[in-house]
T-cell receptor, first 114, second 112 residues
Framework: EADIYQTPRYLVIGTGKKITLECSQT?????MYWYQQDPGMELHLIHY???????EKGDLSSESTVSRIRTEHFPLTLESARPSHTSQYLC?????????????FGQGTRLTVV | EDQVTQSPEALRLQEGESSSLNCSYT??????LFWYRQDPGKGPEFLFT???AGEEKEKERLKATLTKKESFLHITAPKPEDSATYLC?????????????FGQGTILTVHP
C-alpha cells in the first residue's frame, strides 16, 4: 500500500478564500505530481517537482501554486478560490525522476467552491 | 506531443465473461507504460508497469501485455468487484521527460 496522504479529503469553501491542499509521502520519493480530475474525465497534470526547491508547471494551465521545501511535502495553494476551481485534486509521487517507475497516488481532495 | 487513447470508453460484462481493454500510445522514447485501477471518488491504484514490447505482467484475473504501439489489459473470468475505471498512462523521454500522460480510461462494469 502506498504511503501518500492528502488532506482534507473534502473541502467546501466560499469564493475568494485562500486554500492549501496538503500532500505528504513517507516513501522518500524525489518526484511528486499534482493532477486535476473532473468527474468522469481524464487526469490532467498541473504541477510537478523533481525534488526539493524544484517545481514545474504541467500541461494544464492552473492558477494554483506549489512549493517543495521538504522532500516529503508538496502543498498546493489557491490564493483566491473561484467556482471554476471546483474539481478533484490528486497528488502522486514516484521514485524515479525520469518517469521510469510507477507513481503512487493519494486518495484525492474533492474541492467545491461556492 | 505524447498521446494515449483507450478503448472502449465503457465495457459491460457478465460475471465470468473474459475480455480485453486497449491502450494505444504515441510517444517519443517510451520509458514506461502503467496501468491503474480507479474506484469512484478515490485516487488511482497502481496495477502494472511494462517497459518493452513483448513484456507481460499478471495479477489475479488481470494480465497486461505490451507491443510497440499498444497495450492490452486482459480480464479473465471477471467478478463484480472488478468493476472500476481502468487507466493507462505513459512516461516518455525528450521534452516530456518524467511526465505521466494518461488516457481517458475505460469504465468496466461486471454484472453478477
Amino acid at each position: 500500500e502506498a504511503d501518500i496522504y492528502q488532506t482534507p479529503r473534502y473541502l467546501v469553501i466560499g469564493t475568494g478564500k485562500k486554500i492549501t491542499l496538503e500532500c505528504s509521502q513517507t516513501m522518500g520519493h524525489d518526484k511528486m505530481y499534482w493532477y486535476q480530475q473532473d468527474p468522469g474525465m481524464e487526469l490532467h497534470l498541473i504541477h510537478y517537482s523533481y525534488g526539493v526547491n524544484s517545481t514545474e508547471k504541467g500541461d494544464l494551465s492552473s492558477e494554483s501554486t506549489v512549493s517543495r521545501i521538504r522532500t516529503e511535502h508538496f502543498p498546493l495553494t489557491l490564493e483566491s478560490a473561484r467556482p471554476s476551481h471546483t474539481s478533484q485534486y490528486l497528488c502522486a509521487s514516484s521514485k524515479s525522476p525520469d518517469g521510469g517507475t510507477e507513481a503512487f497516488f493519494g486518495q484525492g481532495t474533492r474541492l467545491t467552491v461556492v | 506531443e505524447d498521446q494515449v487513447t483507450q478503448s472502449p470508453e465503457a465495457l459491460r460484462l457478465q460475471e465470468g465473461e473474459s475480455s480485453s481493454l486497449n491502450c494505444s500510445y504515441t510517444v517519443s522514447g517510451l520509458r514506461g507504460l502503467f496501468w491503474y485501477r480507479q474506484d469512484p471518488g478515490k485516487g488511482p491504484e497502481f496495477l502494472f508497469t511494462l517497459y518493452s514490447a513483448g513484456e507481460e505482467k499478471e495479477k489475479e484475473r488481470l494480465k497486461a501485455t505490451l507491443t510497440k504501439k499498444e497495450s492490452f489489459l486482459h480480464i479473465t473470468a471477471p467478478k463484480p468487484e472488478d468493476s472500476a475505471t481502468y487507466l493507462c498512462a505513459v512516461s516518455a523521454g525528450g521534452t516530456s521527460y518524467g511526465k505521466l500522460t494518461f488516457g481517458q480510461g475505460t469504465i468496466l462494469t461486471v454484472h453478477p
